[in-house]
């Protein structure tokens, strides 16, 4: 369970996390997190959190962003709003990282989520060779509400229905609880 103060890193990415309000300290209003990322790269998958307004603060360095299709950088001291139900996407601009506070209301499950994505708690990390879309998938799976990801076009959403089940089936991956 996510604690205030709780420290995470992803080990494919190298970005990491720390829990500054969780769901069980906010009684479910919010969760807020920093997040310090590693230097510009791919863009994270375009996302949706359905019922939560998630509120990002540059604290160090720029983010890239995309939301509900518009592009802008956001710099130190500037907060990006995502609506609930906004399809966005960001990644660090520069080739320093980028340091984050990211705030989701209401809390729901996301600590739980994210715990699972940075390597806290009860979890399992596809091996590197997966690509990182299938990877999300898989951590992301059973968080529906919290989280959904837009994969681009019917072959890429084609080949994750036939590989998915693939890796489970060799081992690569196991089933998650919902």
């Known amino acids: 369970m996510a604690s205030p103060g709780q420290c995470l890193r992803d080990p494919a990415t190298d970005a990491r996390l720390r829990f500054l309000e969780t769901a069980a300290s906010t009684e479910g209003r919010f ?15 375009s996302i949706v959190h359905n019922e939560q307004l998630e509120l990002i603060t540059v604290m160090a360095g720029e983010l890239a962003t995309i939301v509900a299709g518009r592009q802008a950088v956001a710099r130190t001291g500037e907060t990006v709003v995502v609506p609930a139900a906004t399809p966005h996407t960001v990644r660090a601009q520069t080739g320093q990282g980028v340091k984050l506070r ?22 399992y990390r596809p091996p590197p060779f997966v690509p990182a879309a299938l990877r999300s998938l898989i951590e992301s799976r059973g968080y529906r509400q919290e989280i959904h990801y837009f994969w681009p076009g019917k072959i890429t959403r084609a080949a994750a229905a036939l590989l998915l089940p693939v890796a489970f089936a060799v081992g690569v991956c196991r089933r998650l609880p919902r």
């Open 102 to 123: 990211v705030r989701f209301t209401p809390a729901l499950r996301s600590d739980q989520l994210l715990e699972r994505m940075y390597g806290g708690g009860d979890r």
């Open 31 to 45: 969760i807020e997190v920093e997040l310090d990322g590693p230097p510009a790269g791919r863009p994270v998958r």
